[in-house]
């Protein structure tokens, strides 16, 4: 049994999480969110490497992690080579799936779900500029979407009509195709497609991101108890901020066989 470590700002990690756990329910998975700076897609770029980076290493030192996932686009855009720069583990990251996307589109239109950070990246714009030049590619960048994935998760009902609103500006376009470029995004797939139809494909990276992983890890089979698992679940949920009420969230966790929230103690910068 391997450990694996997964980051994010908030929920939509579990969206990486849940593709690689069903891929490879035998290691153990701490999942690890810093809802103190969320959301990141409105953080400074300093400070967002700077948190990463404390806490991604803090965590693998005192877990003996040996793979880590950075499942959040908006950092992994601009994080990764400071966290290998400064880790043993390998680091696998996620960012937009515009190349199968590009491909995928039949029109040669498609369009890009991202937080507003991810759209102005230079790293999104070189994918663009490598993999979808026979494409036209609009970019909308919609911090609330990410809001409602956390909402949702939390037991709340998502706002059909605020995300149609949202997603009004590519009415008019012939975009066949959305990239889900943020992994909140794959969390919210269902309302997405009610309110946006035209979409015939919405493209998220947690299936190549799980064959990745299992290409790194190779595919032992040998499944042990831990003296960490805690009351059945061995997977353990950390995160930053001291907000105290999670019982919904602990809810949704439990059934995706993750423990209750830790908190961190990383405050807010
Ligand atoms: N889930 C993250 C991403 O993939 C970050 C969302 C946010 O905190 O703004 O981009």
């Known amino acids: 049994m391997k450990t694996i470590l997964i980051f994010d700002s908030g929920v939509g ?3 990486v999480y849940q593709e690689i756990y069903r891929q490879m329910p035998q290691h153990q998975y701490i999942y690890a969110f810093d809802d103190a700076a969320f959301p990141y897609g409105e953080l400074e770029e300093p400070v967002l490497i700077e948190r990463v980076l404390h806490i991604v290493t803090s965590l693998s030192n005192q877990h003996a992690v040996d793979l880590v996932v950075i499942a959040c686009n908006t950092a992994s855009t601009i994080v990764l080579p400071h966290l290998r720069a400064s880790l043993t583990q390998p680091v696998v990251g996620v960012v937009p799936a ?59 009902r998502v706002d059909l009509n605020e995300m149609a609103e949202i997603v009004n500006p590519w009415l008019s376009t012939q975009i066949d195709t959305v990239v889900l470029g943020c992994t909140h995004f794959p969390l919210l797939k269902q309302e997405i497609s009610q309110v946006f139809p035209q979409a015939r494909f919405l493209i998220d990276s947690g299936s190549a991101i799980a064959s990745r992983v299992q290409a790194l890890l190779g595919t032992e089979l040998d499944i042990e108890v831990t003296e960490l698992e805690q009351g059945g679940i061995k997977n353990l949920t950390y995160h930053t901020s ?14 995706m ?13």
């Open 242 to 255: 001291d907000k105290s009420d999670h019982q919904a969230l602990n809810d949704s966790l439990r059934a």
């Open 98 to 156: 515009i190349k199968p996307a590009a491909q995928m589109s039949q029109t040669k239109v498609v369009g890009v779900l991202a937080t507003p950070a991810t759209v102005k990246r230079q790293y999104t714009q070189s994918l663009i500029a490598e993999f979808a030049t026979d494409c036209e590619v609009h970019l909308l960048g919609a911090t609330r979407l990410v809001e409602m994935a956390e909402m949702k998760l939390r037991g709340h």
């Open 13 to 15: 990690g579990l969206s």
């Open 257 to 269: 066989q993750l423990s209750n929230v830790n908190c961190l103690h990383y405050p807010r910068s």
